[in-house]
């Protein structure tokens, strides 16, 4: 079965600098990725998705991610972090065995230090 | 125009009660699910439904029971309320295709007391 594994549970990077929340995948084959963000108190929000088309993606708010099948990852980066950036971030996999549905990790909380 | 909404947002219960949390999407998406997210913020699947029917069950207990009463609805009712049952539910619509994302409501907090 597909599975997503995010390396640090939390992440913490000064306003403006780099971001970069890193997840690596597990699949026998070709997979759909996906990247999520979540603000406090709030449901999940599709940041990007991978779906083979291009390696590197662009998402919403400045975010992208490029997915690299050697290395089995597909990081989430910014080139500036903003405050408003601050949230918990979800990697996710489509699971292709069986029924349709989103296998998650375990996520990672990024905040922004002024 | 919400495209996934669950009430209520916030349920505070004590142990023994049966509640019910209700979820409607206007997406016209054919698939709908139900996930658990813990207080360290792990998601998981509890259920699915596609067009009415339940596809998805994982090992949730028997207390926990959807009802699809049409495509656009997936309810959840929870019997006997236990301590750890407290968490936050998303209800979340899909439309077909693997590579098709999840869109989710806003949650609905249960606090069992």
């Known amino acids: 079965a597909q599975s997503v594994t995010q390396l640090g549970s939390h992440v913490s990077v000064s306003e403006g600098a780099l971001v970069l929340l890193r997840c690596n995948y597990s699949s026998s084959v070709p997979p759909y990725l996906f990247w999520y963000v979540q603000y406090p108190n709030q449901g999940l929000q599709l940041l990007l998705k991978y779906t083979s088309a291009a390696t590197l993606v662009k998402g919403i708010n400045g975010f992208e991610a490029e997915f690299k099948k050697s290395e089995t990852s597909f990081h989430l980066t910014k080139p500036s972090a903003h405050m408003s950036d601050a949230a918990e971030y979800f990697c996710?996999?489509?699971?292709?065995?069986?029924?349709?549905?989103?296998?998650f990790g375990q996520g990672t909380r990024l905040t922004i230090n002024p | 125009d919400t495209a996934v909404s669950q009430t209520p947002k916030y349920l505070v219960t004590q142990m023994g009660n049966d509640k019910s949390i209700k979820c409607e999407q206007n997406l016209g998406h054919d698939t709908m699910y139900w996930y658990k997210q813990d207080s360290k913020k792990f998601l998981k699947i509890m259920f699915s439904y596609n067009n009415k029917e339940l596809i998805i069950n994982e090992t949730v207990p028997n207390r926990f029971s959807p009802k699809s009463p049409d495509k656009a609805h997936l309810n959840l009712h929870i019997n006997s309320l236990e301590l750890g049952d407290s968490a936050v539910y998303f209800c979340?619509?899909?439309?077909?295709?693997?590579?098709?994302?999840?869109?989710f409501g806003n949650g609905t907090r249960l606090t069992v007391t």
């Open positions: 979340a619509s899909k439309p077909r295709g693997y590579n098709s994302p999840l869109h």
């Open positions: 996710a996999v489509s699971d292709l065995q069986g029924a349709q549905k989103l296998v």
